[in-house]
């Protein structure tokens, strides 16, 4: 008998705190702590025995359940809420059974434990998030004024800064972690019963028949326990049908993969061979090249990146959930909603060990930068040469001076040289100064100042 997922396909997410926090018995387990804080909320308001909030609470042990089991059973009611609450059931006293997922509908349960799940996944990846600001605020810092070939459409643009771009990364990991931040705040239980009217809780008489107690109110009251219970935010309507929490998370979770997956994208384009500007720390090797360092950790992100888009939109396409509780759209919320959470959780586990490690490579930005032959510098050229002897003329003696500097593969300042003895109005320019690429980063240094003040 085949070994059921442990991750072979998966190395992005394999071994890390989010596989953990996303598997099978971790999701039984969630299920199991909501059916125990529902009971518990009812025995808080009045409406079940304290022992038997107790007693639920001893028995919902995963451990003590045959997670393949309840899976294998769910098919006959197309989730495994119901099998395990019959599980649930037989676990505990008779006296107790009447009070186990009383009032509750499977999709309270799943759903309420999803929202564990996720909050329980991404306090890690809160964790790696920050661990990847640090880093990169680091790197920002110490190459503040590092001068490297900035590039647009692939090609080289101006110059700009290592400290700059490093302190880009930061603001996207910072956004993300402001994005999932919120979203784990805001994560809500859910308790609405068969429609989502609480109608059955508003049945249940007191145990204390002397106690006052307000029947119509009963159901908003179990609702702001079981939350509490939870450490989940109480929400102001059930939402079986109302999808808004899964949508957040969804953005979230997608947005923080695409931020990642920008770093990574820049860490593979700036380790190639031919521009080696920077290298991962720890390169993985080649199973038949001994040579090879390749930049694993970014190309799991990578990988990530461009799975997760895909995943949240299956998420939001559930939105259009009609009725007070769907078919079919709540259930394909499942996979790819814990697929998002493993994804985002490899990803920044693997940003947090790819920035700490990730190395630079000053001389290389320093030899990328004349690849050009100070053709890099022209915007520089064009501005200053515009001042003395108008836009026009400045563009037609410059792109005539590139196509030349090309052409006879020389310097651009060489070329220069001989346009300043043409042109007097360019007598006195000091052309090594001017096609200094170091000299041309603009307010790289004050933008990567200004970046790093963010908290």
Known sequence: MYESDVGLLAPGRAGSPAETATGDSAFLQAMLDAEAALTRAQSL?????????????????????????VALRARASGNPVTPLVFDLVDAVEQ????????????????????????????????????????????????HRNTPMAGRTLTQHAVPTTFGLKAAGWR??????????????????????GAAGTLAAFNTFAPIDEAEVADADGRGLAVLQAFANELGLAEPLLPWLSLRTPIADLAGALA??????????????????????????????????????????????????????????????????????????????????????????????????????????????????????????????????????????????????????????TTDLADVLGD?????????GLDLSDLTEPARYTGCAGALTDRALDRG
């Not at 309420?112 to 809160?126: D, F, G």
């Open 255 to 408: 947005f923080t993969a695409g931020a990642l997956g920008k770093l990574a994208a820049d860490v593979l384009t700036l380790s190639r061979t031919e521009i080696g500007e920077v290298t991962e720390g720890k390169g993985g090797g080649s199973s038949t090249m001994p040579h090879k360092a390749n930049p694993v950790r970014a190309t799991l992100i990578a990988a990530a990146a461009r799975r997760a888009p895909g995943l949240a939109a299956t998420l939001y396409g559930s939105l259009a959930a009609e009725d007070e509780r769907p078919a079919g759209s709540w259930h394909a919320e499942w996979e790819p909603l814990r697929e998002l959470l493993r994804l985002v959780g490899g990803a920044a586990n693997d940003a947090a060990e790819l920035t700490d490690q990730l190395r630079v490579v000053p001389y290389a930005m320093r030899e990328n930068l004349q690849l050009t032959d100070g053709l890099i510098v022209s915007e520089r050229l064009a501005a200053v040469f515009a001042e003395r002897i108008g836009r026009k003329r400045a563009k037609e003696v410059l792109v005539s001076a590139a196509a030349r500097a090309r052409a006879e």
């Open 45 to 69: 308001c009045g409406l079940a025995p304290a022992e038997a909030g107790r007693a639920v609470t001893a028995a919902a042990d995963a451990s003590r359940f045959d997670v393949r089991d």
């Open 419 to 427: 346009v300043l003895d043409e042109e007097p109005e360019l007598a």
């Open 95 to 142: 006296n107790v059974r009447p009070y186990v997922h009383r009032g509750a509908s499977s999709q309270d349960i799943l759903d309420t434990a999803a929202m564990l799940i996720a909050a329980r996944a991404l306090a890690p990846v809160l964790d790696d998030l920050a661990r990847s600001a640090e880093a990169v605020a680091r790197l920002a810092l110490a």
């Open 171 to 192: 603001a996207l990991i910072l956004d993300a972690r402001d994005r999932l931040s919120a979203v784990r705040e805001s994560l809500p239980a859910q308790l609405g």
